[in-house]
Nanobody, 125 residues
Framework: VQLQARGGGLVQPGGSLRLSCTVL????????IAWFRQAPGKERERVSC?????????YYSNSVKGRFTLSRDSAQHTAYLQMNGLKPEDTAVYYC??????????????????WGRGTQVTVSS
């Protein structure tokens, strides 16, 4: 599988951005999808994960809960990360990653995942 991530950019604090992650040549619903980010000098952080196991669940890190929303468009084979209320501390390179759908988010292995290219998000006035 290949993933194509898009949508980063520069935004002022309080603004919004929507990132997209398209699964190329395969079916989105065959995968558990996660978004990660990595800021300079910091460890990579998983910000959201969507699984279709057991009816489907979406998880968010405490740092983004209530501000970010992960959604899926199965027809477009694309997952989105809608980011609202952006803060300077959200500045990072954002990555989408995928593993086969039979893995729940709690079993998401970064080593086994397929990764898209990162997209830079900068929140600054």
């Amino acid at each position: 599988v290949q993933l194509q991530a898009r949508g980063g950019g520069l935004v002022q604090p309080g603004g919004s951005l929507r990132l997209s992650c398209t699964v190329l040549k395969f079916v989105l619903d065959d995968y558990t999808i996660a978004w990660f980010r990595q800021a300079p000098g910091k460890e990579r952080e998983r910000v959201s994960c969507s699984t279709l196991v057991a009816g489907g669940e979406t998880y968010y890190s405490n740092s983004v809960k209530g501000r970010f929303t992960l959604s899926r468009d199965s027809a477009q084979h694309t997952a989105y990360l809608q980011m609202n209320g952006l803060k300077p501390e959200d500045t990072a390179v954002y990555y989408c990653a995928a593993i086969p759908r039979y893995y729940h988010c709690s079993e998401f292995s970064e080593d086994k995942a397929t990764w898209g290219r990162g997209t830079q998000v900068t929140v600054s006035s």
